[in-house]
Protein backbone atom coordinates (compact mmCIF):
# COMPACT_ATOMS: atom_id res chain seq x y z
CA UNK A 1 0.00 0.00 0.00
CA UNK A 2 1.92 3.90 -0.99
CA UNK A 3 2.65 5.70 1.64
CA UNK A 4 3.43 9.59 1.76
CA UNK A 5 6.72 10.36 3.38
CA UNK A 6 6.50 14.13 3.90
CA UNK A 7 9.25 16.49 5.81
CA UNK A 8 8.03 19.50 7.22
CA UNK A 9 8.83 22.91 7.43
CA UNK A 10 8.82 24.33 4.65
CA UNK A 11 7.25 27.40 3.28
CA UNK A 12 5.28 26.07 0.21
CA UNK A 13 6.05 28.69 -2.61
CA UNK A 14 5.54 28.19 -6.81
CA UNK A 15 3.11 27.74 -9.17
CA UNK A 16 0.82 25.18 -10.63
CA UNK A 17 -2.41 24.35 -12.75
CA UNK A 18 -5.38 22.96 -11.49
CA UNK A 19 -6.58 19.89 -12.54
CA UNK A 20 -10.32 19.55 -14.02
CA UNK A 21 -13.08 18.95 -11.11
CA UNK A 22 -13.59 15.23 -10.29
CA UNK A 23 -16.90 16.00 -9.54
CA UNK A 24 -18.45 17.22 -12.01
CA UNK A 25 -16.23 14.84 -14.35
CA UNK A 26 -17.46 11.93 -12.81
CA UNK A 27 -21.85 13.24 -13.68
CA UNK A 28 -20.72 14.29 -16.82
CA UNK A 29 -18.92 11.08 -17.55
CA UNK A 30 -22.60 9.57 -16.09
CA UNK A 31 -24.58 11.52 -18.51
CA UNK A 32 -22.66 10.42 -21.53
CA UNK A 33 -25.47 7.60 -21.26
CA UNK A 34 -28.36 9.66 -21.76
CA UNK A 35 -27.15 9.69 -25.53
CA UNK A 36 -26.08 7.05 -28.68
CA UNK A 37 -23.71 9.62 -30.36
CA UNK A 38 -19.95 9.93 -29.51
CA UNK A 39 -19.26 12.67 -26.41
CA UNK A 40 -15.82 14.08 -26.30
CA UNK A 41 -15.00 15.53 -22.83
CA UNK A 42 -11.86 17.84 -21.89
CA UNK A 43 -10.18 18.52 -19.16
CA UNK A 44 -11.00 15.23 -16.99
CA UNK A 45 -8.52 14.66 -13.87
CA UNK A 46 -6.85 11.56 -14.19
CA UNK A 47 -8.17 9.74 -10.78
CA UNK A 48 -9.16 6.23 -9.40
CA UNK A 49 -12.27 7.92 -9.23
CA UNK A 50 -12.33 8.53 -12.76
CA UNK A 51 -11.10 5.45 -13.61
CA UNK A 52 -13.45 3.96 -11.66
CA UNK A 53 -16.43 5.78 -13.55
CA UNK A 54 -14.93 5.09 -17.15
CA UNK A 55 -14.77 1.25 -16.11
CA UNK A 56 -18.62 1.60 -14.84
CA UNK A 57 -19.51 3.20 -18.49
CA UNK A 58 -17.45 0.06 -20.04
CA UNK A 59 -19.24 -2.74 -17.63
CA UNK A 60 -22.30 -1.28 -19.23
CA UNK A 61 -21.32 -1.53 -22.74
CA UNK A 62 -20.34 2.03 -23.40
CA UNK A 63 -17.12 2.52 -25.71
CA UNK A 64 -14.22 4.71 -24.05
CA UNK A 65 -11.30 6.08 -26.01
CA UNK A 66 -9.02 7.93 -23.27
CA UNK A 67 -6.44 10.20 -25.53
CA UNK A 68 -2.88 10.87 -23.92
CA UNK A 69 -4.34 14.29 -22.95
CA UNK A 70 -7.59 12.71 -20.95
CA UNK A 71 -9.40 14.03 -22.86
CA UNK A 72 -12.33 11.02 -23.09
CA UNK A 73 -14.74 9.80 -26.06
CA UNK A 74 -17.43 7.69 -24.96
CA UNK A 75 -20.67 6.56 -26.96
CA UNK A 76 -23.08 4.58 -25.32
CA UNK A 77 -24.93 3.67 -28.41
CA UNK A 78 -25.35 0.04 -27.46
CA UNK A 79 -25.26 -0.98 -24.02
CA UNK A 80 -25.15 -4.43 -23.13
CA UNK A 81 -26.47 -4.59 -19.60
CA UNK A 82 -28.43 -1.60 -17.57
CA UNK A 83 -27.32 -2.84 -14.27
CA UNK A 84 -24.52 -1.43 -12.20
CA UNK A 85 -23.07 -3.73 -10.03
CA UNK A 86 -21.61 -3.73 -6.29
CA UNK A 87 -18.15 -4.02 -6.75
CA UNK A 88 -17.90 -1.41 -8.64
CA UNK A 89 -21.04 0.97 -6.69
CA UNK A 90 -19.13 0.17 -3.63
CA UNK A 91 -15.51 1.53 -4.58
CA UNK A 92 -17.39 4.75 -5.20
CA UNK A 93 -20.90 6.40 -4.16
CA UNK A 94 -20.48 8.95 -7.37
CA UNK A 95 -21.26 5.80 -9.18
CA UNK A 96 -24.87 5.41 -8.14
CA UNK A 97 -25.57 8.98 -10.32
CA UNK A 98 -25.74 6.69 -13.64
CA UNK A 99 -29.59 5.63 -12.29
CA UNK A 100 -31.17 8.67 -13.74
CA UNK A 101 -29.77 8.92 -17.04
CA UNK A 102 -29.83 4.93 -17.66
CA UNK A 103 -33.63 4.47 -16.59
CA UNK A 104 -34.87 7.86 -18.81
CA UNK A 105 -33.01 6.78 -21.86
CA UNK A 106 -33.64 2.52 -21.78
CA UNK A 107 -36.87 2.89 -19.21
CA UNK A 108 -35.40 0.50 -16.76
CA UNK A 109 -31.94 -0.32 -14.11
CA UNK A 110 -30.77 -1.72 -11.64
CA UNK A 111 -27.64 0.17 -9.46
CA UNK A 112 -26.03 -1.55 -5.97
CA UNK A 113 -27.30 0.47 -2.86
CA UNK A 114 -23.69 2.67 -2.19
CA UNK A 115 -24.40 2.02 1.38
CA UNK A 116 -22.77 3.73 3.68
CA UNK A 117 -19.21 5.29 3.99
CA UNK A 118 -16.48 6.55 6.74
CA UNK A 119 -18.00 9.88 6.56
CA UNK A 120 -21.62 9.27 7.03
CA UNK A 121 -24.69 6.90 6.58
CA UNK A 122 -25.23 8.64 3.40
CA UNK A 123 -28.43 7.08 2.34
CA UNK A 124 -30.58 7.80 -1.34
CA UNK A 125 -34.24 7.84 -0.51
CA UNK A 126 -34.07 11.70 -2.20
CA UNK A 127 -32.66 10.31 -5.30
CA UNK A 128 -35.50 7.43 -5.45
CA UNK A 129 -38.21 9.51 -4.15
CA UNK A 130 -37.41 11.83 -7.07
CA UNK A 131 -37.34 9.42 -9.53
CA UNK A 132 -40.78 7.89 -8.54
CA UNK A 133 -42.20 11.65 -8.88
CA UNK A 134 -41.21 11.51 -12.21
CA UNK A 135 -43.16 7.66 -12.85
CA UNK A 136 -40.61 5.26 -12.10
CA UNK A 137 -41.82 2.18 -9.69
CA UNK A 138 -38.70 1.24 -8.31
CA UNK A 139 -38.14 -1.38 -5.86
CA UNK A 140 -35.02 -2.48 -3.58
CA UNK A 141 -33.72 -6.09 -3.79
CA UNK A 142 -31.14 -7.76 -2.68
CA UNK A 143 -29.06 -4.78 -1.94
CA UNK A 144 -29.92 -3.44 -5.38
CA UNK A 145 -32.54 -0.98 -6.90
CA UNK A 146 -34.38 -1.48 -9.16
CA UNK A 147 -36.06 0.87 -11.10
CA UNK A 148 -38.25 0.93 -14.17
CA UNK A 149 -41.02 2.63 -15.82
CA UNK A 150 -43.37 1.95 -18.73
CA UNK A 151 -42.95 4.47 -22.01
CA UNK A 152 -41.26 7.94 -20.77
CA UNK A 153 -40.69 8.97 -17.75
CA UNK A 154 -43.06 12.73 -17.34
CA UNK A 155 -42.28 15.40 -15.42
CA UNK A 156 -43.29 17.20 -11.98
CA UNK A 157 -42.33 18.94 -9.63
CA UNK A 158 -40.31 17.35 -6.67
CA UNK A 159 -39.19 19.24 -3.81
CA UNK A 160 -36.09 17.62 -2.03
CA UNK A 161 -36.27 17.70 1.76
CA UNK A 162 -32.60 18.69 1.89
CA UNK A 163 -30.20 19.90 -0.23
CA UNK A 164 -28.24 17.06 -1.74
CA UNK A 165 -25.76 16.97 -5.10
CA UNK A 166 -25.61 13.19 -6.20
CA UNK A 167 -29.59 13.68 -5.46
CA UNK A 168 -30.16 16.71 -8.00
CA UNK A 169 -27.60 15.57 -10.51
CA UNK A 170 -29.67 12.26 -11.19
CA UNK A 171 -33.28 14.21 -11.53
CA UNK A 172 -31.63 16.72 -13.63
CA UNK A 173 -30.21 14.30 -16.17
CA UNK A 174 -33.34 12.07 -15.49
CA UNK A 175 -35.63 15.02 -16.64
CA UNK A 176 -33.89 15.83 -19.49
CA UNK A 177 -35.43 13.09 -21.53
CA UNK A 178 -38.80 12.97 -19.65
CA UNK A 179 -42.16 13.61 -21.18
CA UNK A 180 -42.97 17.39 -19.98
CA UNK A 181 -41.68 20.33 -17.25
CA UNK A 182 -39.77 18.94 -14.27
CA UNK A 183 -39.25 21.65 -11.96
CA UNK A 184 -36.62 20.84 -8.73
CA UNK A 185 -36.98 22.55 -5.65
CA UNK A 186 -34.61 22.86 -2.94
CA UNK A 187 -31.94 21.93 -5.68
CA UNK A 188 -27.92 22.35 -4.84
CA UNK A 189 -26.52 25.18 -5.95
CA UNK A 190 -23.21 23.63 -6.55
CA UNK A 191 -20.68 25.03 -9.37
CA UNK A 192 -20.90 21.43 -10.38
CA UNK A 193 -24.52 21.25 -11.11
CA UNK A 194 -23.88 23.80 -13.19
CA UNK A 195 -21.40 22.35 -15.04
CA UNK A 196 -23.40 19.46 -15.49
CA UNK A 197 -26.40 21.17 -16.62
CA UNK A 198 -24.04 23.56 -19.07
CA UNK A 199 -22.97 19.96 -20.47
CA UNK A 200 -26.83 18.70 -20.72
CA UNK A 201 -27.41 21.63 -22.41
CA UNK A 202 -24.69 21.73 -24.76
CA UNK A 203 -26.20 18.13 -25.79
CA UNK A 204 -29.50 19.33 -26.67
CA UNK A 205 -31.34 19.53 -22.77
CA UNK A 206 -33.58 22.80 -21.98
CA UNK A 207 -32.75 23.49 -18.82
CA UNK A 208 -32.58 26.73 -17.12
CA UNK A 209 -32.17 27.32 -13.34
CA UNK A 210 -29.19 25.87 -12.68
CA UNK A 211 -27.04 27.33 -9.73
CA UNK A 212 -30.54 28.46 -8.06
CA UNK A 213 -32.24 26.26 -5.87
CA UNK A 214 -35.36 26.09 -8.33
CA UNK A 215 -34.15 24.42 -11.63
CA UNK A 216 -36.55 23.58 -14.60
CA UNK A 217 -36.35 21.22 -17.62
CA UNK A 218 -38.23 20.71 -20.17
CA UNK A 219 -37.88 17.53 -21.29
CA UNK A 220 -36.80 16.63 -25.12
CA UNK A 221 -37.30 13.79 -27.03
CA UNK A 222 -33.52 12.80 -27.84
CA UNK A 223 -30.28 14.67 -27.17
CA UNK A 224 -27.15 14.55 -29.23
CA UNK A 225 -23.28 14.51 -29.40
CA UNK A 226 -21.23 17.13 -28.02
CA UNK A 227 -17.79 18.30 -27.46
CA UNK A 228 -17.24 19.78 -23.82
CA UNK A 229 -14.32 20.76 -21.05
CA UNK A 230 -15.06 20.14 -17.64
CA UNK A 231 -14.26 23.21 -14.87
CA UNK A 232 -11.52 23.55 -12.79
CA UNK A 233 -11.58 21.79 -9.34
CA UNK A 234 -12.35 24.18 -6.46
CA UNK A 235 -11.49 21.69 -3.81
CA UNK A 236 -8.19 21.10 -5.31
CA UNK A 237 -7.98 24.98 -5.63
CA UNK A 238 -8.99 25.55 -2.24
CA UNK A 239 -6.54 22.69 -0.77
CA UNK A 240 -2.98 24.03 -2.19
CA UNK A 241 -4.25 27.77 -1.10
CA UNK A 242 -4.99 26.44 2.78
CA UNK A 243 -2.16 24.12 2.21
CA UNK A 244 0.66 27.57 1.18
CA UNK A 245 -1.37 29.28 3.74
CA UNK A 246 -0.33 27.01 6.45
CA UNK A 247 3.00 27.10 5.97
CA UNK A 248 3.41 30.43 5.64
CA UNK A 249 4.46 30.77 2.25
CA UNK A 250 3.37 31.99 -1.48
CA UNK A 251 1.61 29.90 -4.53
CA UNK A 252 0.08 31.13 -7.67
CA UNK A 253 -2.87 29.14 -8.94
CA UNK A 254 -3.13 28.87 -12.38
CA UNK A 255 -6.35 27.69 -15.06
CA UNK A 256 -8.97 27.89 -11.93
CA UNK A 257 -12.02 29.89 -11.55
CA UNK A 258 -12.12 32.25 -8.11
CA UNK A 259 -15.61 32.65 -8.46
CA UNK A 260 -16.38 29.09 -7.38
CA UNK A 261 -14.51 29.93 -3.70
CA UNK A 262 -15.53 33.09 -2.43
CA UNK A 263 -16.42 31.60 0.72
CA UNK A 264 -13.05 29.90 1.22
CA UNK A 265 -11.24 33.09 -0.06
CA UNK A 266 -13.21 35.41 2.64
CA UNK A 267 -11.83 32.45 5.54
CA UNK A 268 -8.29 32.58 3.96
CA UNK A 269 -8.18 36.70 3.93
CA UNK A 270 -9.87 36.46 7.32
CA UNK A 271 -6.73 34.39 8.11
CA UNK A 272 -4.39 36.89 7.36
CA UNK A 273 -3.65 35.76 3.79
CA UNK A 274 -3.13 38.51 1.22
CA UNK A 275 -5.48 36.76 -1.33
CA UNK A 276 -5.17 38.39 -5.58
CA UNK A 277 -7.10 37.02 -8.10
CA UNK A 278 -6.64 38.11 -11.89
CA UNK A 279 -8.71 36.29 -14.86
CA UNK A 280 -8.06 32.30 -14.13
CA UNK A 281 -4.83 32.93 -11.81
CA UNK A 282 -5.61 32.95 -7.71
CA UNK A 283 -2.43 34.20 -5.57
CA UNK A 284 -1.93 33.62 -2.44
CA UNK A 285 0.54 35.19 0.20
CA UNK A 286 0.98 34.62 3.45
CA UNK A 287 4.23 36.67 4.29
CA UNK A 288 5.69 33.75 6.00
CA UNK A 289 3.27 34.80 9.10
CA UNK A 290 1.32 32.27 11.33
CA UNK A 291 -2.49 32.26 10.39
CA UNK A 292 -5.05 33.50 12.60
CA UNK A 293 -7.38 31.19 13.44
CA UNK A 294 -10.90 31.83 12.11
CA UNK A 295 -14.38 29.92 13.21
CA UNK A 296 -15.68 27.69 9.92
CA UNK A 297 -18.96 26.19 9.65
CA UNK A 298 -19.57 24.08 7.03
CA UNK A 299 -23.07 24.49 4.09
CA UNK A 300 -24.53 23.56 0.83
CA UNK A 301 -23.36 25.80 -1.64
CA UNK A 302 -22.48 29.11 -1.85
CA UNK A 303 -21.34 28.37 2.02
CA UNK A 304 -18.18 26.78 3.22
CA UNK A 305 -18.06 23.18 1.29
CA UNK A 306 -17.49 20.58 4.06
CA UNK A 307 -15.12 19.09 1.33
CA UNK A 308 -12.17 21.97 2.62
CA UNK A 309 -13.37 21.57 6.27
CA UNK A 310 -10.77 19.29 7.52
CA UNK A 311 -7.90 20.83 5.26
CA UNK A 312 -9.08 24.16 7.26
CA UNK A 313 -9.01 22.75 10.23
CA UNK A 314 -5.35 21.69 10.24
CA UNK A 315 -4.39 25.31 9.57
CA UNK A 316 -6.43 26.11 12.12
CA UNK A 317 -4.64 23.85 14.59
CA UNK A 318 -1.44 25.89 14.13
CA UNK A 319 -2.87 28.80 13.90
CA UNK A 320 -2.96 31.85 16.53
CA UNK A 321 -5.87 31.91 18.48
CA UNK A 322 -8.57 29.32 19.17
CA UNK A 323 -11.00 28.08 16.92
CA UNK A 324 -14.63 26.75 16.44
CA UNK A 325 -14.87 24.79 13.21
CA UNK A 326 -18.57 23.44 12.78
CA UNK A 327 -19.36 20.27 10.24
CA UNK A 328 -23.53 20.46 8.91
CA UNK A 329 -23.65 18.22 5.87
CA UNK A 330 -22.22 14.82 7.12
CA UNK A 331 -21.97 13.50 10.59
CA UNK A 332 -19.09 11.67 11.00
CA UNK A 333 -16.73 13.59 9.30
CA UNK A 334 -14.13 14.44 11.82
CA UNK A 335 -11.75 11.20 12.07
CA UNK A 336 -8.79 13.55 10.55
CA UNK A 337 -8.68 15.09 14.39
CA UNK A 338 -7.52 12.02 15.95
CA UNK A 339 -4.43 11.69 13.84
CA UNK A 340 -3.80 15.62 13.36
CA UNK A 341 -3.55 15.31 17.32
CA UNK A 342 -0.84 12.68 17.21
CA UNK A 343 1.10 15.41 15.65
CA UNK A 344 0.95 17.46 18.72
CA UNK A 345 -2.23 19.47 18.16
CA UNK A 346 -4.87 20.56 20.53
CA UNK A 347 -8.40 19.62 19.06
CA UNK A 348 -11.38 18.54 21.25
CA UNK A 349 -14.47 17.28 19.89
CA UNK A 350 -17.05 18.80 21.21
CA UNK A 351 -19.86 17.04 19.44
CA UNK A 352 -20.43 15.04 16.29
CA UNK A 353 -20.74 18.67 14.66
CA UNK A 354 -18.24 20.56 16.66
CA UNK A 355 -14.69 20.83 17.21
CA UNK A 356 -12.98 23.35 19.15
CA UNK A 357 -9.60 23.81 17.72
CA UNK A 358 -6.73 25.41 20.26
CA UNK A 359 -3.81 26.80 17.83
CA UNK A 360 -0.39 25.23 19.08
CA UNK A 361 3.40 26.86 18.08
CA UNK A 362 4.54 23.75 16.21
CA UNK A 363 3.41 20.04 15.13
CA UNK A 364 5.93 17.07 15.73
CA UNK A 365 5.96 14.77 13.32
CA UNK A 366 4.37 10.67 13.76
CA UNK A 367 3.05 8.04 11.95
CA UNK A 368 -0.82 8.71 11.07
CA UNK A 369 -3.03 7.15 8.77
CA UNK A 370 -5.46 8.72 6.16
CA UNK A 371 -9.45 7.77 6.48
CA UNK A 372 -10.85 9.55 3.67
CA UNK A 373 -10.30 11.92 0.71
CA UNK A 374 -10.23 14.73 2.24
CA UNK A 375 -9.33 14.10 5.75
CA UNK A 376 -6.11 12.81 3.93
CA UNK A 377 -5.42 15.91 2.74
CA UNK A 378 -5.43 17.51 5.89
CA UNK A 379 -3.13 15.05 7.40
CA UNK A 380 -0.67 16.53 4.35
CA UNK A 381 -1.39 20.04 5.47
CA UNK A 382 -0.65 19.11 9.28
CA UNK A 383 2.81 17.15 8.22
CA UNK A 384 4.19 20.27 5.84
CA UNK A 385 3.97 22.40 9.36
CA UNK A 386 5.01 19.19 11.54
CA UNK A 387 9.11 19.19 12.46
CA UNK A 388 10.36 15.90 11.33
CA UNK A 389 9.24 13.05 9.01
CA UNK A 390 5.68 12.15 9.11
CA UNK A 391 4.26 8.91 7.49
CA UNK A 392 0.87 9.38 6.38
CA UNK A 393 -0.61 5.78 5.35
CA UNK A 394 -3.12 4.72 3.30
CA UNK A 395 -3.06 7.06 0.63
CA UNK A 396 -5.39 5.39 -1.66
CA UNK A 397 -7.58 7.86 -0.56
CA UNK A 398 -5.82 10.56 -1.48
CA UNK A 399 -5.00 9.36 -5.26
CA UNK A 400 -9.15 8.99 -5.44
CA UNK A 401 -9.24 13.00 -5.62
CA UNK A 402 -6.00 14.71 -5.86
CA UNK A 403 -3.87 14.05 -9.21
CA UNK A 404 0.00 13.82 -9.42
CA UNK A 405 -0.70 14.90 -5.50
CA UNK A 406 3.55 14.52 -4.54
CA UNK A 407 4.55 16.45 -8.23
CA UNK A 408 2.53 19.24 -7.40
CA UNK A 409 3.49 19.16 -3.62
CA UNK A 410 7.16 19.31 -5.22
CA UNK A 411 6.76 21.72 -7.65
CA UNK A 412 5.40 24.34 -4.40
CA UNK A 413 9.21 23.01 -2.76
CA UNK A 414 7.95 20.50 -0.61
CA UNK A 415 9.57 17.77 0.71
CA UNK A 416 7.47 14.93 -0.11
CA UNK A 417 7.78 11.12 -1.33
CA UNK A 418 5.86 8.26 -2.34
CA UNK A 419 7.40 5.26 -0.77
CA UNK A 420 5.54 1.45 -0.59
C1 LIG B 1 -21.32 15.20 -3.13
O1 LIG B 1 -21.65 13.98 -2.48
C2 LIG B 1 -19.82 15.17 -3.34
N1 LIG B 1 -19.47 14.02 -4.15
C3 LIG B 1 -19.12 15.11 -1.99
O2 LIG B 1 -17.72 15.17 -2.21
C4 LIG B 1 -19.55 16.31 -1.14
O3 LIG B 1 -18.98 16.20 0.13
C5 LIG B 1 -21.08 16.35 -1.03
O4 LIG B 1 -21.69 16.33 -2.36
C6 LIG B 1 -21.60 17.57 -0.30
O5 LIG B 1 -21.13 18.74 -0.95
C7 LIG B 1 -19.56 14.11 -5.48
O6 LIG B 1 -19.96 15.12 -6.06
C8 LIG B 1 -19.13 12.93 -6.28
P1 LIG B 1 -25.16 14.94 -0.92
P2 LIG B 1 -23.18 13.51 -2.40
O7 LIG B 1 -26.15 14.06 -1.59
O8 LIG B 1 -23.88 13.91 -3.64
C9 LIG B 1 -27.72 13.49 2.88
C10 LIG B 1 -15.46 14.54 -1.96
O9 LIG B 1 -14.69 14.55 -0.98
N2 LIG B 1 -28.58 12.78 1.90
O10 LIG B 1 -25.17 16.39 -1.24
O11 LIG B 1 -23.19 12.08 -2.02
C11 LIG B 1 -26.32 12.89 2.96
O12 LIG B 1 -26.29 11.77 3.80
C12 LIG B 1 -16.91 14.08 -1.81
O13 LIG B 1 -15.12 14.86 -3.12
C13 LIG B 1 -29.74 12.15 2.34
O14 LIG B 1 -30.07 12.15 3.53
O15 LIG B 1 -23.68 14.37 -1.18
C14 LIG B 1 -25.51 14.05 3.43
O16 LIG B 1 -25.60 14.16 4.83
C15 LIG B 1 -17.17 13.43 -0.48
N3 LIG B 1 -30.54 11.52 1.40
C16 LIG B 1 -26.20 15.27 2.79
O17 LIG B 1 -27.50 14.82 2.42
C17 LIG B 1 -30.22 11.48 0.08
O18 LIG B 1 -30.99 10.89 -0.72
C18 LIG B 1 -25.52 15.81 1.54
O19 LIG B 1 -25.27 14.74 0.64
C19 LIG B 1 -29.06 12.14 -0.35
C20 LIG B 1 -28.26 12.79 0.58
Known amino acids: MDKLLITGGRCLSGSLRISGAKNSALPILAATLLIDEPAIIGNIPHLHDVTTMIELLGCLGAQVVVDEKMRVEVTAAHLGQLKAPYELVKTMRASFVVLGPLLARFGAAEVSLPGGCAIG ?46 GTENILMAAC ?113 RPKAVDIETAPYPGFPTDMQAQYLAMNAVAIGESRVTETI ?39 MATD ?48
Open 121 to 166: ARPVDQHLKGLEALGAEIEVVDGYVRAKVDGRLRGADIAFDLVTVG
Open 177 to 289: LAEGTTRISNAAREPEIVDLANFLSAMGARISGQGTSVIEVEGVQRLHGCEYSVMPDRVETGTYLIAAAATGGRVKLQQTDASTLEAVLEKLRAAGADVRVDGAVIELDMHGR
Open 330 to 368: FENRFMHVQEINRLGADIDIQSASTAIVRGVDSLKAAPV
Open 373 to 420: LRASFSLVVAALVAEGTTLIDRIYHIDRGYETIEEKLQLLGADVQRVR
